[in-house]
Nanobody
Framework: QLQLVESGGGLVQPGGSLRLSCAVS????????IGWFRQAPGKEREGVSC????????NYADSVKGRFTISRDNAKNTVYLHMNSLKPEDTAVYYC?????????????????WGKGTLVTVSS
């Protein structure tokens, strides 16, 4: 059974850093693109970053460019989201998702398997 499990969320002060992990099981991570999404209270879910199956292509939302970095370790079946210079507006539940149909690159609108999310709160 294909599963994605997020971890690493928590409470952090503005300007701080967190690393989120997305551990996958039930499939070979190296075949699929992975994305990170977030949903803040009262807002729609938005794509934050995605990475192609090879790791050669990445994409970032304008709001996180230069602060967040996505990476993957296919041998460990894990994808990471390194978040630096966190702001209160980054507060949200963060989800990882897998796209098992994309052939190349990554895209936000093709994810078909989702984790349950991890909460990130940025507050002093």
């Amino acid at each position: 059974q294909l599963q994605l499990v997020e971890s690493g969320g928590g409470l952090v002060q503005p300007g701080g850093s967190l690393r989120l992990s997305c551990a996958v099981s039930g499939f070979t991570l190296g075949y699929y693109a992975i994305g990170w999404f977030r949903q803040a209270p009262g807002k729609e879910r938005e794509g934050v970053s995605c990475i192609s199956s090879s790791g050669g292509n990445t994409n970032y939302a304008d709001s996180v460019k230069g602060r967040f970095t996505i990476s993957r370790d296919n041998a460990k079946n894990t994808v990471y989201l390194h978040m630096n210079s966190l702001k209160p507006e980054d507060t949200a539940v963060y989800y990882c998702a897998a796209d098992t149909t994309v052939v190349a690159g990554c895209r936000y609108n093709g994810m078909n398997y989702w984790g349950k999310g991890t909460l990130v709160t940025v507050s002093s």
